[in-house]
Structures are given as structure tokens and as C-alpha cells.
């Protein structure tokens, strides 16, 4: 698990539970859609219960320009979380 994963299960199991860009332009906005990517992932592993995302559009290109986690850590996304914390 990168660190970046780790970081975000940190956020979610700390009660942060929406995600935005700092920007809606440029880097910020391209940085995000890695963030919201590894909330999907994290998702598919079963780590956190769900990922709702809402996609906004610039010069015709879609971008994810929120995401909310509803329902926080699963028990295996806990237990992971102990786990990385335990090898620090």
C-alpha cells in the first residue's frame, strides 16, 4: 500500500468523508482524478464501504470534481489500516 493509500484511509477513518480538488483548473484538478482513482480502488478492495463521485465538464472533457465516501472504513479497510500503522 502507498503511502498516498495510507494517507487516505487515515482521512477517512479520522471522519473525512468528502474529497474535493484545491482548484477546479489545472494541476490541482488532474491531481485529483489519482485521488479519486484510489478511492475507487480502495472501494474494489473492499477497504471503505462506498465512493459516490460526481463528474463536472471543461472544453468537453470530463473530470471527477467530487467524492464522498459513505459508510467510512469496512473492518478489512480498519484492519489494514492497523496493520500499516503497526509496520511503522
Known amino acids: 500500500m502507498t503511502s498516498a ?11 473525512v468523508v468528502i474529497f474535493e ?8 484538478l488532474l491531481e485529483f482524478q489519482a485521488t ?6 480502495m472501494h474494489q478492495q473492499g477497504f471503505v464501504r462506498q465512493v459516490w463521485t460526481q463528474k ?6 470530463e473530470y471527477y470534481d467530487l467524492a464522498v465516501v459513505r459508510g467510512g472504513l469496512t473492518e478489512e479497510g480498519e484492519q489494514m489500516l492497523a496493520r500499516q500503522r503497526a509496520g511503522e
Open 36 to 41: 479519486v482513482a484510489r478511492l475507487l480502488e
Open 21 to 28: 480538488p484545491f482548484s477546479r483548473r489545472g494541476r490541482q
Open 56 to 61: 463536472g465538464e471543461i472544453a468537453g472533457t
Open 5 to 15: 493509500d495510507l494517507h487516505l484511509l487515515e482521512q477517512i477513518a479520522s471522519g
